[in-house]
T-cell receptor
Framework: GNSVTQMEGPVTLSEEAFLTINCTYTATGYPSLFWYVQYPGEGLQLLLKATKADDKGSNKGFEATYRKETTSFHLEKGSVQVSDSAVYFCALSDLSGSARQLTFGSGTQLTVLP | DAGITQSPRHKVTETGTPVTLRCHQT?????MYWYRQDPGHGLRLIHY???????DKGEVSDGYSVSRSKTEDFLLTLESATSSQTSVYFC?????????????FGPGTRLLVL
């Protein structure tokens, strides 16, 4: 079956530091890949997505590239802010272009200190 | 904002009692989902619906039932609540837009079973 593995948290960074959150996946076929963010007390919000190999998703300074050869979709940001403190979830769907039947990673808690 | 509301937002109940959670959407989207969120597990799919009266089981459906008698409402019922069902429950919808198909989440319902 499908699975998503995220780096374990929590991750604590100082403001303006570089962020990487690792995500690797196991899936048959050609999945779509997603990063969601959850701020305290809220639901999940889509941060970015990629639907095929070598696609780069980007939003709000965050980026992730769909690497089929390494089955990875690592999240990066060049300079984090205190407002980026949240839980980040990597997810996949088992059909390219689809967002149904999502499989989620366990989430990575990020805290950014001023 | 994908127009998703969940009710109640918080509930405390006792073991053995029935509980119904409601998800309401305002935009007549076909696909709706119920997830539970637990520490270390990310989000896991309980049930989903692909139309009125059309539902199917997800990864963790035991102890849960759902109903969808009209497009805008998707109900999740715990027939006899257990302490293991203490969790945060999220409803989601999926639809196509300029970014392709994406799932959007409601604000969540925090359920405590004593």
């Amino acid at each position: 079956g499908n699975s998503v593995t995220q780096m374990e948290g929590p991750v604590t960074l100082s403001e303006e530091a570089f962020l990487t959150i690792n995500c690797t996946y196991t899936a048959t076929g050609y999945p779509s890949l997603f990063w969601y963010v959850q701020y305290p007390g809220e639901g999940l919000q889509l941060l970015l997505k990629a639907t095929k190999a070598d696609d780069k998703g980007s939003n709000k300074g965050f980026e992730a590239t769909y690497r089929k050869e390494t089955t990875s979709f690592h999240l990066e940001k060049g300079s984090v802010q205190v407002s980026d403190s949240a839980v980040y979830f990597c997810a996949l769907s088992d059909l390219s272009g689809s967002a149904r039947q999502l499989t989620f990673g366990s989430g990575t808690q990020l805290t950014v200190l001023p | 904002d994908a127009g998703i509301t969940q009710s109640p937002r918080h509930k405390v109940t006792e073991t053995g009692t029935p509980v119904t959670l409601r998800c309401h959407q305002t935009e007549n989207h076909r696909y709706m989902y119920w997830y539970r969120q637990d520490p270390g597990h990310g989000l896991r799919l309980i049930h989903y619906s692909y139309g009125v009266k059309d539902t199917d089981k997800g990864e963790v459906s035991d102890g849960y039932s759902v109903s969808r008698s009209k497009t805008e409402d998707f109900l999740l019922t715990l027939e006899s609540a257990t302490s293991s069902q203490t969790s945060v429950y999220f409803c989601a919808i999926s639809f196509m837009n300029g970014a392709g198909e994406t799932q959007y989440f409601g604000p969540g319902t925090r359920l405590l079973v004593l």
